[in-house]
Every structure is written in C-alpha cells, then in structure tokens.
C-alpha cells in the first residue's frame, strides 16, 4: 500500500542537523505515526513520503522553509531579570513558559548578562536544515473516526 492522503504511515527516522548530531530519534521505540496530509507532521517530509510503501527508505533534507520555519529575530527578546521573579534557579538553556496575550509561548534563555535576560521564542529547530533516515514501517487506511479527527487513534 502506497502512502497517500487518510493513509496512517508509521515510519521509524533518525533527524541530524547540518553538523550531523542527532537531533531525535525513534530507535528504541515505537515508530512514529501519523495521518498523511493532515500536517501532523513538517511539510518537508510529508511530501517526500507520498508514494512510498512499507519497506522503502529513503533520506531527506529539508530546509526551514520547509521545516519549522527560519528563525525570526524578533522572537528573541531582552527583559530585566525582574520579570523572573520566583525563579531562584534561572539559568542559560532553560526552558520556560511565558504568558503572553496569545497564551502561554515556550521560550528558552539564551544569555544572562548582568540583569539583563535574553529569551529566544523560536522553535528550537527554526533555522535548521533537517536530515532526516527513514524508513516506512507500514501502511494502512485510516479510519472514519481518524480522518475526521485529524488525527491517528
Ligand atoms: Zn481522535
């Protein structure tokens, strides 16, 4: 069976970075799985998944416009230190969550100077061209309910 829209794919992958370090994997574990079309998962990787059946694997390199996006300067911020209060332990690669008028965004602290933080709401692999090893596990038609959830059950 071919991979196609309302189809649920399961793929096992291993994703690297430009440097080549391993930025996630599903070694160890169960596949990843996921109704094709439904943007469940990057775009990048989803069109280069159409057709293909159980057993194929293949190797795709996704950039950002493809991916999670490019990093935008004006999500990374500088705020005084107040603005964390409560937090004893406030540290360089700390994530955290910020309040804002959209709902809570992940931030993460890229710099301390002084009394001034800089946090940085990019997703984490904004920017990032992605490596991604895949192969398709299986295939198999989603579900009435799945296709219209939006999502494999
Ligand atoms: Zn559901």
Avoid at 105 to 131: C, F, M, Q, S, Y
Wanted: proline residues 3%; without cysteine; glycine residues 10%.
């Amino acid at each position: 069976m071919q991979i196609a829209n309302n189809k649920v794919v399961y793929i096992h992958y291993t994703l690297k970075n430009d440097a080549g370090d391993t930025l996630d994997s599903s070694d160890g574990g169960a596949p990843l799985a996921f109704l094709h079309g439904s943007g469940g998962i990057i775009k990048g990787l989803e069109s280069a998944l159409e057709g293909k059946s159980s057993g194929d694997k293949l190797e795709v390199v996704v950039e950002p416009e493809e991916g999670y996006g490019a990093s935008h300067p004006e999500a990374i911020q500088q705020v005084p230190k107040s603005a964390f209060q409560g937090i004893d332990d406030l540290a360089v690669g700390m994530r955290l969550q910020a309040e804002t008028a959209d709902g809570a965004v992940p931030i993460k602290v890229t710099a301390i100077e002084d009394d001034i933080v800089t946090i940085d709401a990019n997703h984490e692999l904004a920017g990032e061209r992605l490596h991604f090893a895949v192969s398709v596990e299986s295939v198999r038609d989603a579900t009435e309910e799945e296709i219209s959830h939006g999502h494999v059950h």
